[in-house]
């Protein structure tokens, strides 16, 4: 009995799941409607707009009573009263009880177009009231274009005439100025209250709607402080795809593509010595150095692992695979740089082992694009040259920048490179052939710009280009005085 029940319970579950799956894809199919709220602006001058239409209806037949003779009132004399006040009733519960904004907004034009006909039909009841008449065109007229605009009131001005031609057509009416003094004394009431009532909304809507901005303001500053963190978190490349609205950019596709891995050499060990601030503060460091160095070579930086990068070349913003590999190399040569002025920095705050970083590059073909589920994506590239440039990487020594064949061939004739033996990587069957890169060629020789040598208790790096004019006597004074300073120490 037991296994009965819970076999049924099992089944009345699944058969739950399977219909609240339908309810949810039947929602979602659904047209998504919006219902009006009481305390916004536009609710406000939609429902005051709704009172004032209906005050406009029961003075037109407030006006229309005055045209009959009380005591010999005829039976279709009450029918139109009576009917006229029905239709007001009728008719302000429609808009009142209207589902959506979009279905208010077509109901109100109907209705509202109907109004004119109906107020001029009633007005003028056994005799045209032409004062009366005329300032309920006039309202009919500003009501139909501050409504909905031209067409609107063009709709309400043939409606009216319609209504008017109408109880012409019935009543045989006769012309009628300034007789009925209760008509014209309720026209004016009316057409008083109607403008006192339309700036009294008119004020309450645009208080409301004053303090509706004020909020839209605060939450689109919220938003901006929150897209600015979350951009944070994303590769340039990604952001600007998203704030652009061109996703499409990151669809998955094969690409010809210059990798680079780094790494930096003992962090390992290091992290085990520092306290957690103190290597947070110098990671972080490390990072926005290279990552200002990745921007000026318009690189796009894959992801950070651990204290190691991986950064492309050609994913986005190629202009050739020749360029993107010089882009590539120079960027490495430049960090290779920086991190001598980093070593100094963080000598002084207490690292006294040097650190130094190693780096792979590598040109082919890869799988480049958004990974992931319906839930989660993540924008990198997948294939085995991605794997070389890191096996590249992982060979290197502390300092070094090892590049493949395929790389080589496209920056040789700028850069200097030195052929090494060749190497086995795991996961290819084939030796590697690689290049140890030097520097410059331009840079090279008599062109040399920049020098570096590092022994124990000496440590120089001097780039040409970075130094200023002013600053040049400067630099020279203070290398002749390391100069004779050495040449008269004695060194036991």
Known sequence: MSLQNGSSKRRVSKA????????YQQKATRKKTYPLKQNDALSLERIGRNHIRALLCLSGIAISATNVSWPDVTLVEGIVVIGAALYTLISYLLIKNAGTKDSYERVFARIATADAAVIAFILNTEQINLLPTLLFFIIVQFNGLIASGYKQWARDCGSFFIGLAITISIWQSQWVFLDNIAAISISIIATLCYFFTYAAYTHNSVTALKADNAKLIDTVRIQKIRM???ANYLTPTVWKAINNDREESLKTERKCITVFFSDIKGFSSLSEELEAETLTDLLNGYFTEMSTIVAKYNGTIDKFIGDGLLILFGDSQSVGMKDDCIRCVSMAIEMRHKMKELWSKWYNQGVKKPLEIRMGIHTGFCTVGTFGTSHYMD???LGTNVNLAARLESSSKAGEILISHETWSLVKDVIMCHEKDDIMVKGFSQPIKVYQVINFRKDLGKNQNYYEENTQGFSMH???DS???????????????AADRLRDKVIS
């Open 16 to 23: 739950n799941t399977r219909s609240g799956s339908r309810h």
């Open 462 to 464: 001097l780039d040409l």
């Open 379 to 381: 924008y990198t590239v």
């Open 467 to 481: 130094i200023r004019n002013y600053e040049k006597e400067k630099v020279i004074e203070a290398l002749e005085v």
């Open 228 to 230: 600015y963190k979350l």
